[in-house]
């Protein structure tokens, strides 16, 4: 019965849901980084490379969904910009997946700039640069889950008529433009740190 009520209950409190949802996601990142969580297999270095690989093509899927999603809904295809939305939603929870695994059972790189490589005789500020990009988009990624949630479970528990009432399109921009930002970063220094540059375990 519990779960023939879940849908109800998550339409008439989408904000609690959305709460109790970022708290798991929260606490599942910060277990996975601090090793508090040890349900992650052991990875070897070219199973993490093959992970970082897979992590980029997954963010980049999810980037077109995302913007296809935005065309569609701009010209009235709501049910087009659903499944686009659906599926960017379902790449970044498999993304999710896959960096708490890199993390948890493999580990993480710190970015080597040397003489000789693009722009290495700016070694510092090309660093400082990556750094910085790097820092926007975990923040916009970690800001983004409950905004991005609350736009899901709107979207999944109201008709399109019903979310006409709903602040759905409000909060759903704003899931748009931190989403998209952080992920259009997060494959700019992946390419930094794996195709331009080099790296070393941290």
């Known amino acids: 019965?519990?779960?023939a009520d879940a849908p109800?209950?998550?339409?008439?409190?989408?904000?609690r849901v959305t709460v109790v949802l970022s708290v798991i996601g929260y606490a599942l990142v910060i277990g996975a980084f601090e090793g508090l969580i040890p349900i992650f297999p052991d990875l070897s270095k070219e199973t993490v490379l093959l992970f970082s690989d897979a992590i980029a093509v997954v963010n980049t899927l999810a980037l077109t969904s995302i913007l296809a999603g935005v065309a569609f809904i701009k010209r009235g295809e709501v049910r087009k910009h659903r499944a686009a939305m659906l599926t960017a939603f379902t790449l970044i929870c498999l993304f999710l997946?896959?960096?708490l695994?890199?993390?948890g059972g493999g580990f993480e790189k710190s970015i080597v700039i040397e003489e000789g490589m693009f722009l290495g005789q700016y070694?510092?500020?090309?660093?400082?640069?990556?750094?910085l990009m790097l820092a926007i988009h975990i923040f916009l990624s970690v800001v983004a889950v409950p905004v991005v949630?609350?736009?899901v479970i709107l979207?999944?528990?109201?008709?399109?008529?019903?979310?006409r009432e709903t602040s759905h399109a409000k909060y759903g921009r704003i899931a748009v433009a931190s989403w998209t930002v952080s992920l259009f970063l997060g494959v700019v220094t992946y390419l930094m740190l794996n195709h331009v540059y080099t790296w070393v375990p941290r």
């Open 149 to 151: 949630l609350y736009a």
């Open 1 to 3: 019965m519990a779960t």
């Open 123 to 131: 070694a510092g500020t090309v660093e400082i640069a990556y750094l």
């Open 97 to 99: 997946v896959l960096y």
């Open 8 to 15: 109800g209950y998550a339409k008439t409190h989408p904000r």
């Open 155 to 163: 979207g999944l528990t109201h008709t399109p008529a019903e979310l």
């Open 101 to 103: 695994w890199k993390v």
